[in-house]
Nanobody, 127 residues
Framework: QVQLVESGGGLVQAGGSLRLSCAASGRPFSTYAMGWFRQAPGKEREFVASIRWSDGGTDYADSVKGRFTISRDKAKNTVDLQMNSLKPEDTAVYHC????????????????????WGQGTQVTVSS
């Protein structure tokens, strides 16, 4: 069983930066890819970014491309999301997720591609 715990959320002004971190545990921890999703009040949970565990290949939603960077540390079993130039529309609960076996990139953009989820961390961007 994989457990995921997010940290690093908070309140920031528009234009500011935050760094989220997700710690994965499970013996042994094994995943094909990890992702970040976000859910704003009254909206569906949406894809933000994903990273392949083996080679670090990344994918981003158009809305965050150029502003957010996903990275992973294989030694620590962590995945981070560096968020720069934040906008009020980035306000949401951010969830970390882990896949299991191989998945096509399209599957890593949807909730069903990930069986394991963290509880989420709140990010609020004020205007």
């Amino acid at each position: 069983q994989v457990q995921l715990v997010e940290s690093g959320g908070g309140l920031v002004q528009a234009g500011g930066s935050l760094r989220l971190s997700c710690a994965a545990s499970g013996r042994p921890f094994s995943t094909y890819a990890m992702g970040w999703f976000r859910q704003a009040p009254g909206k569906e949970r949406e894809f933000v970014a994903s990273i392949r565990w083996s080679d670090g290949g990344t994918d981003y939603a158009d809305s965050v491309k150029g502003r957010f960077t996903i990275s992973r540390d294989k030694a620590k079993n962590t995945v981070d999301l560096q968020m720069n130039s934040l906008k009020p529309e980035d306000t949401a609960v951010y969830h970390c997720a882990a896949s299991r076996g191989w998945s096509p990139i399209a599957s890593l953009r949807v909730r069903s591609g990930y069986p394991y989820w963290g509880q989420g961390t709140q990010v609020t961007v004020s205007s």
